[in-house]
């Protein structure tokens, strides 16, 4: 294993590697194809560089890790709007997740319906290419237009075009209140319909999940306490066709609630592998159906796990549709058989090997994690 | 401005290529009498012009892929504009260069409100998508100032944001998908109504990306419920610094306004007697936006009230009614009409980071008076993106190469602060040869790697975006193939 202690020092080893590398922060996630190779890990590239509450940014060494972060925001009264999910429980990891990780899997979590993924928030990137060059892309504003936005390009390439060095994002300020609207007993056809319903509302809903296991529609609102109060009263009266709606207004239980959804909780420890998928809302409930295995929604339909029986080809069983899925979760040996990955349409698919090529010209760079 | 020369093979060969795009395409399709093309030989940057050699308007995505096929097997440039608002030349012609205009693809192609999405041909301008779900109490977020009449092709293009891009984000946060035919004429679907990407962002890097890996004929947007209400207040300051600091403050407590606007005296001045609003006459002037329901409004505003008047405003005015309203916004949104009735003025489009704003006024002005040239300023201040419009005489010989050179030395002061040369406008050929002062050779060599693998012939939008010593031998190379 390697560890660089500095950028500098990441672009002579890259530049001299002699074989393929594996990139780890803090080796929490285990998602792709698995690859072989020497571990180099950024976890030596680590510290916040800069931090202004005043102008909601802030600038870190990609193996910080993203608890460090997060209390560093959260003592300014700021967050990551886009709420990163945590992965060690449902992959059965342990260590500390980085923040450069986040970034390279484009990590994001049920707000991401109303504040953007990980690449929304993400507005500077410095990185190592697969030849040892130093680039950087993006800055610490966030308007920012100067040269083609390789920002958003970095962000899911799970290191395959290049390895993260630092990262900045804007923030947000965190909300005074929370507080989680739940309706009962709905199906999934219904669920969606109140979720359209909700997320269409000018009531700022910043989560939309459906739980079929538990029975349970969930709406989140946050913000100023009085806004909250009277907020979560309209969405409930405009909920009130769907049935009855209780309102959860605790801070501890409302963050809990959405943390357990956020880390898909409901499948840690369970047998089977799992599936992510992504379908546009009101096709969540026409996809479960043919996945057939146990499922949960997010993204107000839209986002879609799924638990099924080891080594089984979601994609085979789906057909053609239009969206994606990823195969989250499974033994090393079916994630080398099943493509995790989405495949794509050939054009798209020569695009994508094309800039790995140009970016990793010796194919050094977490080979075959994402594309074989 | 240094300009690639025209490749004389191609202009001998122009009856020939226009005859091939005519056969291929519907006769009102393409132009190329001397006299109609006339009328694309420049963008908003007025200051730069030059005729192309023939100009395409298709009406569907495969007639753009047909035209696309021609121009790439005779090796023809080929420049896509929008509606050509460019402040930046973004959409400037070269000599031997054809404009492909999505002007006439302006259709609404598909409104989904329970997915929140609606997909439209790119030639649509920004302000009719909202108008299209208006009825529904839904908009489109992005809101650049030429939105009447800007497209949404150029908005994918430049990255577009607009005054309330602090709350909602700019255009590529609220981008879903695209149909784009490459330089080669192949139609590719990316994104759709879905989120996020299932491989590699392409849809991220393709925004932004000025027209340079393809044209886009198609897009899939996010569409919002509006707000129950907004509504603006109007804080005035006896100096910039001040204001600055309320801005900062403002922020660091906890509210979100939709738009955290700034005008300066020479700004305030000069819209007054243009649009008669009201406006105190101060060192410096916030309009800040917040929104919500009555009840919301009245809260966020009581907090914002609160953090200006421990700043000493001179003037703190909340609007009581949607005529106040409009009136607070009839200033700001006029600045730039008010400017142009007393002079001409180059806009500026740098970013800088909020904590610099002081300094960077200040620095302004300073050069202001060693340059002999006033600056009125006005700007996006909650997140930095500042328009400084530096006023000079057309008429005047020299004087616009000093105001150029005044604004080159205001963007690099951008960057040297930690900021950017561009926040919305985009490089184009206006910040072209600036680039390398905010980029190093890597960085700049990571981007055109890019470009090389969507448009490997380097035909699309020629000369723009990097400067011409840097594209030099990527540009020479295919000229010999």
Redesign the interface.
């Known amino acids: 294993m390697s560890s660089p202690a500095t950028e500098s020092e990441l672009s002579e080893m890259l530049a001299g590697a002699k074989g393929p590398l594996r990139v780890v922060g803090g080796g929490t996630r285990p998602v792709g194809r698995p690859v072989a190779g020497e571990v180099l890990s950024v976890a030596g590239l680590s510290g916040i560089e800069l931090y ?6 802030i600038v870190a060494k990609a193996g910080t890790p993203l608890a460090e972060v997060e209390a560093a925001l959260a003592a ?2 700021q967050r990551l709007p886009f709420e990163p999910m945590d992965h060690r429980a449902l992959l059965g990891t342990t260590g500390a997740p980085t923040i450069g990780g986040v970034v390279a899997a ?1 990590v ?1 979590g049920p707000r ?2 109303q504040a ?2 990980c ?2 928030s993400l507005i500077g990137v410095r990185f190592v ?1 697969g030849s040892g ?5 993006g ?15 970095m ?3 799970w290191g395959t ?1 290049g390895v993260l060095t630092e990262v900045a994002f804007k923030v ?5 209140a929370a507080a989680t609207l739940s309706l009962a007993g709905l199906s999934e056809l219904q669920a969606v ?1 109140a979720m ?1 319903v909700a ?4 009531f700022e809903v910043t989560g939309a999940a459906h739980l079929p296991e538990e029975g349970r529609t969930l709406l989140r609102i946050e913000g ?1 306490a ?2 909250v109060a ?2 979560a009263g ?1 969405l409930a009266d405009l909920m009130a066709p769907f049935g009855g709606v209780e309102v959860e207004e605790g801070a501890e239980a409302v963050a809990r609630r959405w943390q357990a959804l956020r880390d898909v909780e409901a499948f840690a420890g369970q047998a089977g592998d799992v599936w992510r998928i ?6 969540g409930p026409g996809i479960a159906a043919r996945i057939g295995g146990r499922v949960m929604f997010d ?1 107000g339909g ?2 879609i796990w799924a638990l099924v029986p080891e080594g089984t080809d979601l994609r085979a069983r789906l057909g053609a549709f ?5 195969l989250l979760r499974a033994a090393p040996e079916t994630r080398g058989r099943i493509a995790p ?2 495949p ?2 050939a ?3 020569a ?2 090997a ?2 790995k090529r ?2 990793d010209p010796r194919g050094i760079l977490n080979p075959g994690l ?2 074989a | 401005m240094e300009m690639p020369t025209p490749d004389a093979a191609i202009l001998s060969r122009k009856s020939k290529i226009v005859e091939l795009l005519r056969a291929a395409l519907p006769k009102a399709a393409v132009i190329h009498d001397e006299a109609e093309v006339r009328a694309y030989e420049c963008d908003a940057l007025t200051a730069y012009r030059c005729p192309p050699l023939a100009v395409v308007l298709p009406a569907t995505t495969e007639e753009v892929a047909t035209a696309l096929r021609i121009c790439h097997a005779e090796g023809v440039p080929v420049v896509p504009r929008g509606s050509g608002t460019s402040l930046a030349g973004g959409a400037l012609p070269t000599a031997d260069s054809v404009i492909l205009g999505v002007a006439r693809m302006n259709k609404v192609l598909e409104t ?5 999405f609606i997909r439209v041909q790119t030639g649509r301008t920004n302000l009719s998508v909202t108008g299209a779900v208006e009825q529904e ?2 908009f489109y977020a992005p809101d650049p100032s030429s939105q009447l009449a800007c497209a949404i092709a150029g908005n994918i293009a ?2 577009s ?1 607009g005054a309330h ?2 709350k909602y ?2 255009t ?2 609220n981008l879903l998908g695209v149909t784009m035919v490459t330089m080669a004429g ?1 139609v ?3 994104g ?14 393709i ?3 000025e027209g340079q890996l393809g044209v886009v004929t198609e897009a899939t947007l996010r569409i919002l ?4 209400g907004a509504r603006p207040v109007l804080i005035g300051f006896d100096s910039n610094e001040v204001a600055g600091a309320c ?3 403002i ?6 306004p939709v738009a955290i606007e700034f005008m300066d005296r020479p700004c305030i001045e000069a819209t007054e007697a243009f649009a008669k609003a009201g406006y105190p006459m101060c060192e410096a002037l916030l309009i800040v936006e917040v929104e ?2 009555a ?2 409004i009245d ?2 505003l009581g907090l914002i009230a609160g953090i200006a008047r421990r700043h000493d405003p001179v003037e703190l005015r909340e609007a009581q009614s949607e005529d106040e309203a409009k009136r607070i916004w009839l200033g700001r949104k006029s600045a730039f009409g008010a400017m142009g009735q007393i002079n001409d003025y180059m806009c500026l489009d740098g ?5 610099a704003l002081p300094y960077v006024l200040k620095r302004i002005g300073e050069m202001s008076k060693e340059y002999g040239l006033g600056v009125a300023n006005v700007f ?1 201040a909650g ?3 500042m328009h400084p419009l530096i006023l000079f005489d057309a008429n005047k010989p020299g004087d616009l190469e000093l105001c150029e050179a005044f604004g080159a030395d205001i963007l690099k002061l951008c960057v040297e602060v ?10 184009g050929i206006e ?1 072209r040869d600036l ?1 390398e002062t ?3 050779p ?6 055109m ?6 448009d490997p012939a380097w035909l699309l939008n020629p000369a723009k ?1 990097f400067p011409l010593s840097v594209s030099r031998e990527r540009r020479e190379r295919q000229v010999a193939a």
């Open positions: 202004e509450p005043g102008a909601l940014t300014e009264g484009n994001s991401r319906i953007g993924a690449r929304d290419d060059a130093i680039v950087k892309n800055g610490r504003v966030m308007k920012n237009v100067t040269g083609y936005d390789l920002v958003k390009l962000a899911g390439s075009l947000l300020p965190a909300p005074e319909e359209a997320l269409g509302s000018p100023f009085t806004s009277y907020r309209r992504s379908v546009k809302p009101t096709d993204w839209g986002l239009a969206g994606h899925a990823t990955f989405q794509e349409p054009p798209l698919a695009i994508a094309e800039l140009r970016f994402m594309a | 989904d409100y329970d997915n929140r109490d839904f430049m990255n944001g891009c602090l984000g700019v590529t946060n192949e590719l679907e990316i759709g109504a879905h989120l996020d990407a299932g491989g590699y962002d392409l849809l991220g890097v925004c932004g990306s419920r509006k707000p129950e801005v900062s403050d922020i660091k407590a906890g509210v979100l919500g329901s009840a919301e809260a966020q970013t800088i980071p909020v904590s996006h997140d930095g993106n930690g900021g950017c040369l561009t926040g919305e406008h985009g490089v910040k680039m905010q980029f190093a890597a960085d700049l060599e990571a981007q790697r890019v470009k090389d693998v969507f975006v």
